[in-house]
């Protein structure tokens, strides 16, 4: 066996070598796998420009999260534009408007709950009553730790679709979520237009 000087390669190892680079591609680093970071970028100036304790560069900036979280229902209802008075839609989030009338769907299933809310709302703006009280219960935590998340109260989160479509849209003013004396998250003010 011959013996070979330290850094050059010999023939047979050139030829070896040839090999196997024509068998791979060049990786592009750009592409490479980049973890994400599902926490949100810190606001703080300080903090943007913080160094790697281990190679002294710095961090960068994560990257954005995938994820397409629907924001929570109280969060949703916050953000709903108010259409009412504001001195009454004032004195409706405090629970000072008595409502005219109610329906308690809790525990009622979606096909049997739909129809009721439907005649509830149509009967109450043919009676010209403004405010009424829908009550849907808070629903029950039945999330059994699965993978994926399993939204409780159901009929919480579809009361307000339903409000929002064809024929009821074009009676409904405002829906919010009631007052705590009048069933807090389980239960929704129902502000209906006037009749023409």
């Known amino acids: 066996m ?3 000087k330290h850094g050059h390669l010999n023939e047979d190892d050139l030829a070896l070598w040839r090999r196997v680079t024509e068998r791979t591609e060049k990786l592009d680093l750009k592409s490479l796998f980049v973890p994400e970071i599902d926490t949100p970028a810190p606001t703080v100036p300080a903090l943007r420009k913080s160094k790697s304790v281990v190679l002294g560069k710095p961090i960068g900036k994560p990257r954005k999260s ?8 109280p969060d949703q209802m916050r953000h709903v534009p108010v259409q009412m008075d504001q001195k009454a839609f004032g004195k409706l989030k405090r629970g000072k408007l008595k409502p005219e009338g109610r329906i308690d769907l809790h525990g009622m299933t979606l096909d049997r709950a739909h129809p009721a809310l439907s005649r509830f709302i149509l009967s109450a703006h043919a009676s010209g009553k403004r405010l009424v009280l829908v009550i849907t219960g808070k629903g029950k935590q039945r999330d059994e730790g699965g993978p994926i998340p399993v939204r409780h109260g159901v009929l919480r ?3 307000p679709q339903w409000l929002g479509m064809a024929p009821l849209k074009s009676l409904v003013l405002q829906v919010s979520q009631a007052h705590i004396s009048h069933g807090g998250s389980g239960a929704y003010y129902v502000y209906l237009r006037r009749q023409r």
């Open 2 to 4: 011959r013996h070979r």
């Open 66 to 73: 995938t994820h397409d979280l629907a924001p929570s229902l």
């Open 157 to 159: 989160h579809q009361v």
